[in-house]
């Protein structure tokens, strides 16, 4: 008896690597003690929010019990909230935006949902470069599109622009870039992103339905070593730009997103109302009010980034120590290391004997590599140097 549709059951059986590993922890931790286990597998956020945030809520919490205090709000957001994103995101992107080209959404995730869902039609293609997130092929498949994966120029893990032409065809409706990325922490570079630009509005220039230029934002606050994150909106009509707060407040199980457009964009009002409906009609209905107003209130506000580069130095010395190749992060609180003879399930497998968790490239479309978030505690990552070096160690000897 086929109780779930196929689709979802060919999702499940590819279930994400993170969330397997993940669960994976939870079992040693019950088996070892959680100071025993060394959980780099999920870009949970563990850093406070502002210290804002508590006479915030406070605020906020008193104006909860008037009448309406808890109640819908306009589908597209808070009105003086999505003033103050396109204030923001006109500072940003150095671009003019305003209140009605922005949309508040259920995170990132959310954002590009509803996105997906007012442009695609079965069997248009999301082409993106490869490592990519990895829910991506199940956001945009939900709707009938194809993710189309372009493999990235390692150890750079900037864009294969060559291939990426190469791979855009009359059925290509998204190009979806993440900058800073997970898993690689690479920040594009301004030549990069101009070059896309380009691509995009050389492929415009002879159709009638656009192709656009997606850029999913939500670790855009977190550079390091003074990288620049160049604006994404300036280069092209058809720039799409998608953030959200889950990582830059720590406000992830709040889910505050939002997606703004060009100010140039053709028809920018249809697609803002589109995209206001399907965030009705696939049952947002709109974002959490408490969550909107809490980052409306914090918007100038952030975590402080000095606590992740410390982890991020910390975690470089670990596999430096250990004889892993890597390619230092630019941003994001992610490494993606080689792993050792190519092979990345191999080796997140020996690093569980030493109860060090990681996440196989594979499960972000890029063999041969392995995910490792730094968003621990800054004493986990010490503590499992020695669960690295003795999986190294143990793969060295298998040449």
Request: hydrophobic share 45%; charged share 20%.
């Amino acid at each position: 008896m086929q109780v779930i549709a196929q689709s979802i059951q060919k999702q499940m059986e590819g279930a994400s690597w993170i969330r397997r590993m993940f669960e994976k922890g939870l079992e040693l931790k019950k088996e070892f003690g959680a100071d025993k286990v060394y959980d780099f597998s999920l870009g949970n956020p563990d850093i406070p929010p502002p210290q804002k945030a508590r006479e915030a809520l406070q605020r906020i919490t008193e104006n909860a019990v008037k009448p309406m205090g808890l109640g819908y709000c306009p589908n597209a957001g808070l009105p003086a909230f999505r003033d103050a994103l396109a204030e923001m995101l006109t500072r940003q992107q150095s671009v003019a935006v305003k209140a009605a080209q922005v949309v508040v959404t259920c995170g990132a995730a959310g954002a590009l949902t509803s996105f997906f869902r007012a442009v695609l039609e079965p069997g248009d293609e999301v082409v993106c470069p490869a490592p990519y997130f990895v829910e991506y092929g199940a956001y945009c498949g939900h709707f009938g599109g194809v993710l189309k994966a372009v493999p990235s120029l390692a150890p750079s893990f900037q864009p294969d622009l060559a291939a990426l032409e190469a791979a855009i065809t009359e059925k290509t409706r998204v190009l979806i870039i993440n900058s800073p990325n997970n898993p690689t922490g690479v920040v594009y570079s301004q030549e990069t992103l101009d070059q896309l630009g380009a691509l995009v509005n050389r492929v415009n220039a002879t159709r009638q339905r656009p192709l656009f230029l997606v850029s999913d934002e939500p670790y855009r606050f977190l550079a390091y070593d003074g990288v620049r994150v160049p604006p994404v909106l300036p280069l092209s009509p058809f720039a799409v730009v998608i953030g959200s707060f889950s990582k830059s407040l720590s406000l992830a199980g709040e889910r505050i997103g939002y997606i703004a457009i060009s100010p140039e964009m053709p028809d920018g009002a249809l697609l803002m109302n589109a995209v206001t409906m399907t965030n009705r009609t696939l049952g947002f209905v709109n974002a959490p009010i408490l969550g909107q107003q809490l980052a409306m209130t914090l918007l100038n506000e952030g975590v402080d980034l000095a606590i992740y580069d410390r982890r991020r130095k910390a975690m470089a010395k670990v596999l430096t120590d250990a004889g892993i190749a890597f390619t230092m992060p630019q941003g994001a609180f992610y490494f993606f290391p080689q792993a050792p003879l190519g092979d990345d399930h191999g080796f997140v497998q020996e690093l569980v004997k030493y109860n060090v968790l990681a996440v196989p490239g594979s499960g972000f479309g890029f063999p041969g590599y392995f995910r490792l978030s730094f968003s621990v505690e800054d004493s986990v990552i010490p503590r499992s140097a020695e669960g690295f070096k003795a999986a190294a160690a143990a793969f060295a000897n298998k040449r």
